[in-house]
């Protein structure tokens, strides 16, 4: 679409009022506020032109304009500004960013939780399905005399972990004859490579140590159920209720479809899978969005990664007037800062694991 420059202006001025005022814009505010040496009735005439190309619309008789999913789309690809972090947000990222942390979907989900903190928005992280997970470790802690925590850890970085009560008391040499064992038999291996054959040489084993057959198979059990955990993508959600704090959802219809639509996470989950085949920074706006109850909002999201492995996707769900140049800043600088632990990770995994 060809917009004149004098178009261009006041499209991009009336979008910037309306993602700060959620009010519907009017000439006389854009004549006073912006700087564009037109009088209101030129601003009006121009207003009308860009309604009838489908750039803005009018809610109400004799009120102001305001975007469409149009006219969001053509700023977002042309018109809208760059923006730099200010100090405040490259230090508020710097804090809260927790790059001591081991577990690359860790540092991912930390990334999702900043980013819905810096924009007052909602940030859904996603870890993807590893083709290849390698075991690297298994632990097997108690707890109390009846209880143990089993961790199991991949080669990425991924920690997974799981409770399991006995129904009798263990000691510490079968705790750590049943590790020994796991650490055999299961590490250095790929979850294709895993099967039932390794957990019957596992319980034969254990066996001859005097471990009762109960406790084995519940530990055994956790052990499995960890490493199927690390094969399966997971949907995690931050400022779920952010939203409501924005005018266009105080109703209350609205903004319950949003939250439920937010809990079925499966929806949300497969619509950012699509976001991972795209190494740009992707935007979802209004109606090009799949999923019906969130057709007034937009998403924008990013996938972070290293060579060709894909660590993550984080996408951050607003209004369709949310302020884009912020969000799109802070999804940048946070991918260099990823992007660098994750190399970090790769370089040295036993450093870190330190």
Known sequence: MRLDYRKRRILQAIIDEYIDTAEPVGSRSIAKKHELGLSSATIRNEMADLEEMGLLA????????????????????RLMETRNLTLDEINAVTNELNLKINELGAVIRNASAVISKLTKYTAVSLTPIPEDTEITAIEAVGIDQHKVCII????????????????????EKELSAFTQICKKRLCGSVNDHINHTAADIIRAEASGYG??????????????????????????????????GFPEFRNVERAREFLEILEEKKAIGNLLSEFARDERIKMLIGNENPIEEIKDCSIVGATYSAGNTVFGTIGVIGPKRMEYAKVV?????????????????SEDPKKNNS
């Not at 471990?211 to 490493?227: H, K, P, Q, R, S």
């Open 58 to 77: 009018q809610p109400h008789t004799s009120a102001g304009r305001v975007p469409s999913d149009k006219g969001y789309r053509l700023y977002v690809d």
């Open 152 to 171: 199991v850890v991949s080669k990425s970085g991924t920690v997974k972990s799981s409770i399991v009560s006995l129904p009798v008391r263990y000691t």
């Open 211 to 244: 471990i009762d057959d109960t406790a084995v198979n519940l530990m055994l059990e956790a052990v499995f159920a960890c490493i199927m955990q690390m094969c399966n993508t997971e949907v995690y959600l931050n400022g779920t209720t952010n939203i409501m």
């Open 329 to 345: 800043s802070i999804i940048e600088y946070i991918n260099g800062v990823i992007t660098r632990e994750i190399k970090r990770f």
